[in-house]
Each structure stands twice: as C-alpha cells, then as structure tokens.
Nanobody, 120 residues
Framework: QVQFVESGGGLVQAGGSLNLSCAASGFTFSDYIINWYRQSPGKERELVAAITTTGIGTNYAPSVAVRFSVSRDNAKNTAYLQLNNLKPEDTAVYYC?????????????WGQGTQVTVSS
C-alpha cells in the first residue's frame, strides 16, 4: 500500500535551516506530483510546495516561496523540502502527500508527518 516516511524535522532557531525528506513506497513514485503540506495547532492544513513528476515544475505558497525549495529523486523514491531562513510561524507538522485516482474517486495519501519547531 501507499506509504510515506517523513524525516528531518527538529528544533531550530529562527534563521536556521532544515532539510526534510519523504521516502515513498507502494506506488510508482515517478508518476505522481508530490505535495508538501503543513499543519499548526488550531489551523487548517495548508499546501506549502508541490513538484511535478519530472521535478522540472515547482509551486510554492507565497509565505515560503523565497525560503523553501522542493526537489525529488525518482531513482530513490524520495522527495525533499529544504527550509531556509526559518521563522517561528513555520512551526508545524510537515507532511508529504499524493492524490491518487482509485478508479472511482480521488484519494489523498499522507505520511505520519515530521515536526518542525522554530524558536525565536
């Protein structure tokens, strides 16, 4: 079945950097757009970055566009999210995600998430 394992989160001071990884299995990784979401306590889950199947196309939420960078290695079935110049408001659990057609409906698949905490 579809599985994601996110890693790389942690506690960092404002202005610091982290590199998140998302190791995927159970599907043909190179066929799917990979999305990165985050969720803070009491807030809706928000899309922060997405990367196309080949990695050529990327898209970012305006709040992170100049600070975060998404990439992927299809040979390793792994996606990455580089977080730079982190701010306290970036504190959240970060998840990778795909949207897959089952033949009857679109289904979202999620990893367990990795916690990023930014101290001021």
């Amino acid at each position: 079945q579809v599985q994601f394992v996110e890693s790389g989160g942690g506690l960092v001071q404002a202005g610091g950097s982290l590199n998140l990884s998302c190791a995927a299995s159970g599907f043909t990784f190179s066929d799917y757009i990979i999305n990165w979401y985050r969720q803070s306590p009491g807030k809706e889950r928000e899309l922060v970055a997405a990367i196309t199947t080949t990695g050529i196309g990327t898209n970012y939420a305006p709040s992170v566009a100049v600070r975060f960078s998404v990439s992927r290695d299809n040979a390793k079935n792994t996606a990455y999210l580089q977080l730079n110049n982190l701010k306290p408001e970036d504190t959240a659990v970060y998840y990778c995600n795909i949207n897959m057609w089952s033949g009857l409906s679109w289904n979202d698949y999620w990893g367990q998430g990795t916690q990023v905490t930014v101290s001021s």
